[in-house]
Each structure stands twice: as structure tokens, then as C-alpha cells.
Nanobody, 122 residues
């Protein structure tokens, strides 16, 4: 599967952005999907994960109540709605896929998009 992330940009603190990830292929529904982020000089970490059917969700603690992950299997899309953005959310955001149950560990994802940069100004 090939992934293409989009929707990043520059936003003021408190603002919102919606990231999108388009996936190729006809078996999108067999992939658990995740959003990860990597801030400058730091390791890549999970932000949110959604199961293949969309009925199981995971959020890292720092984004709970502010971010929402969703997917549309008919359109081969996964989204990350980000509200109440903070400067510490600044990072390159990556979507990733694994053809298995959902997982929160970066190393367990097999396919990665190119990343989209999110900058939150204070």
C-alpha cells in the first residue's frame, strides 16, 4: 500500500487542522492505520491509531480530547482532526499502515507516508 499524507501547515495556538492520508490499493480495510509525529531532534512517536474496522481507537495521552482519528474504508482515507493545537504539537506527522491488528509501536508499521509538517505558533 502507498500512503500520501496532506493537510499540514502553520496555525496559531488554539487553532485546528485536519490531516488526511490517502491510501492506494483495494485492501485498505485490512490495514490498521496510525498517525505518528516526529519533532525536530526527537524520535517518532505514536499519536493515534485506528483498527481495521474503525471500532478501536488509541490516543497518546497528550492529545486525548483534542485529536480525533477516523477512517473511510470506502474512500481509502484516514483522517486526523486536530483541535486546540499547542506549540508542542509542532512536528512532522506521518500516516502508517500495518496489515494486522492495531499497534502503537512505530517499528510494527510496514508502510509509511512521506509526512506533512505541522507548525503551531504561540
Amino acid at each position: 500500500v502507498q500512503l500520501q499524507a496532506s493537510g499540514g501547515g502553520l496555525v496559531q495556538a488554539g487553532g485546528s487542522l485536519r490531516l488526511s492520508c490517502a491510501a492506494s490499493g483495494r485492501t485498505f480495510g485490512s490495514y490498521a492505520m496510525g498517525w505518528f509525529r516526529q519533532a525536530p531532534g526527537k524520535e517518532r512517536h505514536v499519536v493515534a491509531v485506528i483498527s481495521r474496522s474503525g471500532d478501536s481507537l488509541y490516543y497518546t495521552d497528550s492529545v486525548k480530547g483534542r485529536f480525533t482519528i477516523s477512517r473511510d474504508n470506502a474512500k481509502n482515507m484516514v483522517y486526523l482532526q486536530m483541535n486546540s493545537l499547542k506549540p508542542e504539537d509542532t512536528a512532522v506527522y506521518y500516516c502508517a499502515a500495518r496489515q494486522a491488528n492495531w499497534n502503537i509501536f512505530t517499528g510494527n508499521y510496514d508502510y509509511w507516508g512521506q509526512g506533512t509538517k505541522v507548525t503551531v505558533s504561540s
